[in-house]
């Protein structure tokens, strides 16, 4: 009997030795302050404060996020980007485009601009855009969606309109097309911390684009539409804006 009140007795003291370790993380990337973990520790031994990376689960998982710069693209899409781990993150985006100001100066001379010289022949309709990115962040502070990241993109963008050909009698809607696939690689930078709402993320992208186009050669009763198929490397910069989920 004596023999198990001693027992019970070291026992107690046994458990009573344990202590609070205190975990802190000094980024400002956290969100609580500490977080308390019970360990057992043996007599003598002092609680020791960790300095580790940034805890995972304080760090910001999901974002949504648009392009200033492809707006004269005529690409309106909306992007969400999801933290997998600690280093990587997918991104997947729709929209829809319309007028390509830049390709319209740029190809066609303005020629089907509202101020162009057969903006009256030119019906403008409405295309889709698709993007995928997958991003591995860097740094040693690298946490969630935000830092430095080097990753893989591709997307997929549509661009049509009608062209009101002249035979001779009346004006005939004549579909002009125009597609894009891109494949490449971007290296960029994401401003988002934990305790953000609102951030910017820029880029630059290089790779090849696929492009499939009609172009409209010619104009009134003469005007011949050409598709043409032909793959170029591409180089761009984008800066986006977006909002932590």
């Known amino acids: 009997m004596y023999r198990l009140l001693i027992l019970l007795l070291a026992l107690g003291i046994r458990l009573q030795s344990s202590a609070q370790v205190v975990l802190k993380n000094d980024s400002s990337e956290t969100r609580s302050d500490t977080i308390r973990v019970r360990v057992r520790q043996h007599p003598g031994q002092k609680p020791i404060e960790y300095k580790g990376s940034p805890i995972i689960t304080d760090s910001v998982a999901r974002a949504i996020k648009a392009?200033?710069?492809?707006?004269?693209?005529?690409?309106?899409?909306v992007l969400y980007e999801h933290r997998l781990s600690r280093?990587?993150?997918?991104?997947?985006?729709?929209?829809?485009?319309?007028?390509?100001?830049?390709?319209?100066?740029?190809?066609?001379?303005?020629?089907?601009?509202?101020?162009?010289?057969?903006?009256?022949?030119?019906?403008f309709k409405g295309g889709w855009a698709l993007?995928?990115?997958?991003?591995?962040?860097?740094?040693?502070?690298?946490?969630?969606?935000?830092?430095?990241?080097?990753?893989?993109?591709?997307?997929?963008?549509?661009?049509?309109?009608?062209?009101?050909?002249?035979?001779?009698?009346?004006?005939?809607?004549?579909?002009?097309?125009?597609?894009?696939?891109?494949?490449?690689?971007?290296?960029?930078?994401?401003?988002?911390?934990?305790?953000?709402?609102?951030?910017?993320?820029?880029?630059v992208a290089m790779g090849i684009r696929l492009r499939n186009e009609d172009r409209v050669r010619g104009s009134g009763i003469d005007a011949v539409v050409e598709n043409n198929n032909f793959v170029l490397p591409y180089f761009g910069i984008n800066l986006l804006f977006g909002f932590t989920l």
């Open 67 to 77: 392009s200033a710069v492809n707006l004269i693209r005529g690409e309106f899409s």
């Open 87 to 123: 280093r990587w993150s997918a991104t997947g985006g729709f929209g829809v485009t319309w007028t390509d100001y830049y390709y319209e100066l740029a190809f066609n001379n303005a020629r089907f601009l509202g101020f162009g010289a057969e903006a009256s022949r030119s019906v």
């Open 131 to 203: 993007r995928a990115e997958l991003k591995r962040f860097y740094g040693p502070g690298a946490n969630g969606i935000g830092g430095a990241y080097l990753g893989a993109q591709g997307a997929l963008r549509t661009w049509n309109m009608d062209y009101l050909k002249f035979n001779g009698l009346s004006d005939i809607p004549t579909p002009v097309s125009r597609s894009w696939t891109d494949i490449g690689m971007i290296w960029g930078y994401n401003s988002v911390e934990a305790n953000d709402n609102w951030f910017w993320d820029a880029h």
